[in-house]
Structures are given as C-alpha cells and as structure tokens.
C-alpha cells in the first residue's frame, strides 16, 4: 500500500509500505478519507516524543471495511483503543484508560495510508447518505464534543448561554459547533489569523481577532500560554475553562484569580466512546451543520499540505486528504 511516513522533523515521504494484517477481532479497512489533527502537526515539527519517527501519522479516518461478514461496510473509525476491563473502563470513562493506544502512536502506525486495521467495537457504520470525509471528522469534532460536555455539566444551572472559544482551527470550529447543538446560541471564536479569521466569519461565525468581555464557559481550543491567560481573564467569576490544546505544557494560567473568583478548570482528553458514537449521530442527522469547511487533497500531496499548514496558508479549518487519488 502507499502510506505518508514521518521520517523526522518537517519531512514526510509518500512511499510503498507492507499492507496491514487484521489480527483478532480486528477488521482490514480501505481508508477513503483522513484529516490533519493538530497533534499530527506537533509530531511533524518534532515536538512529539510519542511519535518518533519513523511512523504513520493519521487518526482521523473513514472508509470501508475490506473482507469478511462485514465486507463493504462503511465506517467511521475511532481511533482510541482501550482495555475494556479496568477501572476507568468500567467506569465509562475508557479515554482515560492507563493502557488506551492510538492509532497513530507506536505501537499502532496510523491512517495516512491506504489501509488500517481496527477493531470493532471502534468502528461506526456510516449511513449511505454521509460522505465519508464527513464521516472523518467524527474524531476531531468528538474531541469538542467531549469537552463542551464536561464544560457545561459543570457550569452553575443559573449561568448565561454564552460562551468563548480561543482558536478557530478544527477543534475550536467544532466546539462552536458542539455548543450550539448542545443549546448554547450565543458563542463567540478568538482567531488571530485574519485569513481564517475572515474564513470564519463567511460561515456566519461571530469572530474576534482577541478576547474581549467576559464569558460563563471558555473553552481553549490551542493550549499555549497566551491563550491559557486570554482564557483566565476572559472567565467570568464561577466560570469555567476547558482546556483542549496541547500547543505547550505550561503558563498563563492565573491561578489567584481562579482561587479567588472560584473558576473551574477542566483538562479534557478525547472523547468516551459514549461521546464519540454521540457525536457520529449528530454528523448524521445534521446538528452539527453542512460540514463544508474542509480543503480536500490528495494524500500524495501531504507533505505540501503540512507544509502549508506550518506557514499559516490554509484558510480552512480541516485538512482532508484522499488516499486513493
């Protein structure tokens, strides 16, 4: 099979690999559609000691299932596989699960490649009628899916409806999404980059190029230090911040001020699959809107395509790429 292949810091190559072999209870599945997770673009830049090079990126996969009773069906793939059989497992809290892999983590090589193999019990059966690069963006959005439902359980009940997102890539496009579905009309996204500030707004987005007033939920969709302080200042006394991003491991919080105004922080990881199977059924039946603020690509072009994202060329929020053009 083809496969993009990390081999070091900015350097992807488009090369033949070994086709994987389903082992048990696993099925083969020839992937039609997978996106470009900000986490592929932190191992690209090297920053990633969970993805050493060499290594299949890609995580955010659909296509369809190859070989036996399942022959032909088409799925959308959740990539986090857990034990099933330890305490956070039992407690359906399976994204925290001390022995959970990735696709895309060794051992597991990921989906920028013709073919993965995954369990079942981590596939969804994609109807007829959704595409399957819709399909694909089951995982990121079930990321903001995830967080937005931790954000708003613990909110007061008497809180506004309102809400802040700081970052308008995939994940902070997606927790728009996720908020309105979850009724909450009144959300506002913090994104710097003009181009896909302007982007955003053509999708009816209320943007702003910083964070200004003060909001009962910020969800912090980068994770770097600037925007961990934007989301500090931004809370609302007895708000709550959930924290998405992974862009760098430490500041900007300020801590005095959470104590003092009693704001809850929330880290979030993933997704239960609970919330991902949640979040494949309103892709589905359309809660989370047209799904039309991707670029498509072949994935035989990604190495320009991560190249274009290092240099902040790329208006839209997702990255699709196509193994099979």
């Given at each position: 099979m083809k496969a993009l292949v990390y081999e070091g810091v900015e350097t992807l190559k488009f090369v033949d690999m070994p086709d994987p072999v389903a082992g048990a209870?696993?099925?083969?599945?020839?992937?039609?559609?997978?996106?470009?997770?900000?986490?592929?673009?932190?191992?690209?830049?090297?920053?990633?000691?969970?993805?050493?090079?060499p290594l299949i990126l890609g995580h955010e996969a659909a296509g369809v299932i190859v070989g036996g009773a399942m022959d032909g069906r088409r799925v959308t793939v959740n990539p986090l596989v857990t034990?099933?059989?330890?305490?956070?497992?039992?407690?359906?809290?399976?994204?925290?699960?001390?022995?959970?892999?990735?696709?895309?983590?060794?051992?597991?090589?990921?989906?920028?490649?013709?073919?993965?193999?995954?369990?079942?019990s981590n596939l969804v059966t994609v109807p007829d009628d959704v595409s399957?690069?819709?399909?694909?963006?089951?995982?990121?959005?079930?990321?903001?899916?995830?967080?937005?439902?931790?954000?708003?359980?613990?909110s007061h009940p008497t809180a506004e409806r309102r809400a802040l997102v700081i970052g308008g890539g995939a994940i902070g496009l997606a927790a728009a999404l996720a908020l309105r579905a979850m009724d909450v009309a009144d959300v506002t996204i913090?994104?710097?980059?003009?181009?896909?500030?302007?982007?955003?707004?053509?999708?009816?987005?209320?943007?702003?190029?910083?964070?200004?007033?003060?909001?009962?939920?910020?969800?912090?969709?980068?994770?770097?230090?600037?925007?961990?302080?934007?989301?500090?200042?931004?809370?609302?006394?007895?708000?709550?911040?959930?924290?998405?991003?992974?862009?760098?491991?430490?500041?900007?919080?300020?801590?005095?001020r959470m104590t003092l105004q009693e704001v809850t922080f929330i880290g979030t990881y993933t997704y239960t699959p609970q919330d991902f199977r949640d979040t494949a059924a309103a892709i589905f039946d359309g809660r989370l809107g047209a799904l039309g603020w991707c670029q498509h690509r072949p994935l035989s072009g990604?190495?320009?395509?991560?190249?274009?994202?290092r240099e902040g060329q790329v208006a839209e929020p997702k990255i699709i790429l196509s193994p099979w053009t």
């Open positions: 209870g696993e099925h083969l599945i020839r992937v039609e559609a997978v996106g470009i997770c900000g986490s592929d673009m932190h191992a690209y830049l090297g920053h990633d000691a969970r993805r050493p090079a034990c099933g059989s330890c305490p956070a497992c039992a407690a359906q809290r399976e994204n925290l699960c001390p022995k959970r892999e990735i696709i895309s983590m060794l051992p597991r090589q990921g989906a920028f490649a013709q073919y993965v193999t995954m369990p079942e399957l690069a819709h399909a694909a963006l089951a995982e990121p959005l079930a990321v903001s899916w995830h967080a937005v439902r931790l954000a708003l359980e613990a913090v994104e710097p980059n003009e181009m896909r500030r302007t982007y955003l707004t053509a999708l009816g987005e209320q943007t702003l190029a910083q964070a200004n007033g003060s909001y009962p939920v910020v969800i912090d969709a980068v994770g770097f230090a600037a925007t961990r302080a934007a989301a500090s200042a931004s809370v609302e006394p007895g708000g709550v911040i959930a924290h998405v991003g992974l862009g760098e491991d430490a500041g900007g919080l300020d801590v005095r990604g190495a320009a395509a991560f190249a274009a994202l």
